[in-house]
């Protein structure tokens, strides 16, 4: 498609592409960058982990709450969804199977993240979803289909987010373990909109089985 996103650089960290046995998409927040979202990637990098990290046009990807109904947030939630594809197709272009490559966004793009991975169902090498959850009004379970095939999934995210309401993680959980996800969901309470240690410590973890040979 030719959204909005569309024609954004894609900003590129950890071990080249070519070099690469694994690759991790990162998606950034609403009024981040690329580059920021990088900084967190580099938290977690391994040798042989590839980061990539694709751009919004002008720093956000769609314009309104994910609460409201899915056109008001179109064409962006569409054009973002694109070039998160874009991203995942990229490394694959350079050996990297989907099956070795994770799918990380925080707060908007931990939103977009989670909605990418739930309407492509394949085994990808894992989502985390920092402060997010499926996108629109409301969400009925019954209308994803297909299967993750044991995708490791984790969705962290606090009691009393100001963005994110909780309830919204649990429906996210229970789509993503109907599609045959397998999911680790922590909720922490007073956290506030951010990511902990211990969050980034648990998708450490996550990260080591992609790079094992």
Not at 17 to 45: C, F, K, N, P, W
Not at 80 to 95: K, P, S, T, W
Request: charge should be negative.
């Amino acid at each position: 498609m030719d959204g909005p996103h569309q024609g954004q650089p894609l900003a590129t960290a950890g071990t080249p592409l070519d070099e690469a046995e694994a690759a991790l998409v990162l998606v950034h927040g609403r009024g981040a960058t690329a580059e920021s979202i990088l900084q967190m990637g580099r938290q977690i990098h391994r040798d042989g982990l590839a980061l990539l990290a694709p751009q919004a046009d002008r720093n956000t990807w769609y314009p309104n709450s994910f609460l409201q109904p899915v056109e008001s947030n179109e064409p962006g939630r569409s054009s973002g969804l694109q070039a998160i594809d874009d991203a995942v197709e990229r490394a694959n272009d350079h050996g990297v199977p989907a099956e070795r490559v994770m799918v990380l966004g925080f707060s908007q793009g931990a939103c977009l993240g989670s909605e990418y991975v739930a309407r492509n169902p394949r085994r990808y090498g894992g989502l985390v979803a920092f402060s997010g959850g499926l996108i629109g009004e409301t969400i009925d379970p019954d209308e994803f289909e297909g299967s993750l095939d044991g995708t490791p999934a984790f969705l962290g995210c606090s009691d009393v987010d100001p963005h994110i309401p909780e309830e919204r993680v649990h429906v996210t959980t229970e789509v993503l373990e109907k599609l045959d996800a397998g999911v680790e969901e922590r909720i922490y309470e007073g956290m506030g909109h951010g990511v902990n240690d211990d969050e980034i410590e648990y998708v450490d973890g996550m990260v080591a089985p992609l790079l094992e040979n």
